[in-house]
């Protein structure tokens, strides 16, 4: 209770059931979207559903701000009003993303990593860099990742000869892949950089929302689990404190269906926990 949350993408399938479990937890949700007039509506529906929680948080729109995340100067100014209303972020899900092929960002990105992992980082950093005396003493950032980041393996996503020239130049194979490893990377670049932070990189598997397109169906046949189920992970590595096992296994989350205790064998996670304090 009394948590501040920021959620990118949380007025519609995972992000909209993360942000709901949070505010039924007390938690104030702010809804990072890209449309005010869906933010206002998801979090209506997100408070009116609760109403009658005794320790009910509340999910917010920022105040005249929209996120878009594929914009880096809408990253920074929405980041810095969140700052300047909120005066910190406990917890920072990095969830927004698509799956199709886009035109180039507006600063030249290649559509998918420029928005998943680029415009991503930067909301991230300019949130970090602008705690305060104020701010709480520590910060949990989960990225939303994906299995298809291992396709970089035999896809080989970053050569260096291609570096700067594919990031910039579509690619219908490697982009969503190499958003996702960049999601992975930045999760676990970021203990090193910043203090009091904990951060987790959580490939989901198949969980039928938008992003799933066509395939969304076969969550009616059981082939996908659905947004609740889905968002069990991340609300765990959000809530749960570490534990020194789990931080020294790299281990946060277990399972597909259920989430259990941290792996300390050689099990299949779902989450790791790259990082932080294990007291927070």
Same mark, same amino acid.
């Given at each position: 209770?009394?948590k501040?949350?920021?959620?990118?993408?949380g007025n519609?399938?995972?992000?909209f059931a993360v942000a709901?479990?949070l505010? =039924?937890r007390?938690?104030?949700?702010?809804?990072?979207?890209?449309?005010v /007039?869906?933010?206002?509506?998801?979090a209506?529906n997100?408070?009116?559903k609760?109403?009658s929680s005794?320790?009910?948080?509340?999910?917010?729109?920022l105040?005249?701000?929209?996120?878009?995340i594929?914009?880096?100067?809408?990253?920074?100014?929405?980041?810095?009003k969140?700052m300047e $209303?909120?005066?910190?972020?406990?917890?920072?899900l990095n969830?927004?993303g698509?799956?199709k092929?886009?035109?180039n960002t507006?600063?030249g990105f290649e559509?998918?990593?420029?928005? &998943?992992?680029?415009?991503h980082a930067?909301?991230?950093?300019?949130l970090l $860099?602008?705690?305060?005396?104020a701010?709480?003493?520590?910060?949990r950032?989960?990225?939303?990742?994906s299995?298809?980041?291992y396709?970089c393996i035999p896809?080989?996503?970053?050569?260096? /000869?291609?570096?700067e020239?594919?990031?910039?130049?579509?690619?219908?194979t490697?982009?969503?892949?190499?958003?996702?490893?960049?999601?992975i990377?930045?999760a676990?670049?970021?203990? &090193?950089?910043? $203090?009091?932070?904990t951060?987790?990189?959580?490939p989901?598997g198949f969980?039928g929302t938008?992003?799933?397109?066509?395939?969304r169906?076969?969550?009616?046949?059981?082939?996908m689990?659905?947004a609740?189920?889905?968002?069990r992970?991340i609300?765990?590595?959000?809530?749960?404190?570490a534990?020194? =096992?789990?931080? $020294?296994n790299?281990?946060?989350i277990?399972?597909?269906?259920?989430?259990?205790e941290?792996?300390?064998?050689d099990?299949?996670?779902?989450?790791?926990?790259?990082?932080?304090?294990c007291?927070?």
């Open positions: 209770a009394g501040v949350a920021l959620v990118t993408g519609s399938g995972t992000g709901r479990a505010v =039924q007390g938690a104030t949700v702010i809804l990072g979207c890209r449309s /007039e869906k933010c206002e509506k998801a209506g997100i408070n009116g609760i109403a005794p320790s009910r948080g509340k999910a917010v729109c105040k005249g701000g929209r996120l878009d594929s914009s880096l100067d809408s990253i920074k100014t929405y980041a810095e969140v $209303e909120y005066g910190r972020i406990d917890y920072l969830n927004a698509f799956a092929a886009r035109p507006q600063d559509a998918r990593f420029g928005s &998943m992992h680029v415009g930067l909301l991230t950093k300019v $860099e602008g705690r305060n005396a701010s709480p003493k520590h910060m950032i989960v990225n939303v990742a299995g298809m980041s396709y896809l080989n996503c970053f050569p260096d /000869e291609f570096f020239k594919d990031i910039f130049t579509e690619n219908a490697l982009g969503y892949p190499r958003a996702k490893l960049g999601n990377l930045h676990w670049a970021l203990p &090193m950089h910043y $203090e009091n932070v951060s987790f990189s959580i989901l969980v938008d992003i799933a397109g066509p395939f169906t076969l969550s009616l046949l059981g082939f689990r659905n609740e189920i889905g968002s992970p609300v765990y590595a959000l809530l749960k404190k534990t020194p =096992q789990s931080a $020294e790299g281990h946060a277990t399972t597909l269906n259920e989430v259990t941290p792996l300390t064998g099990g299949w996670p779902i989450a790791y926990v790259f990082g932080g304090d007291a927070h």
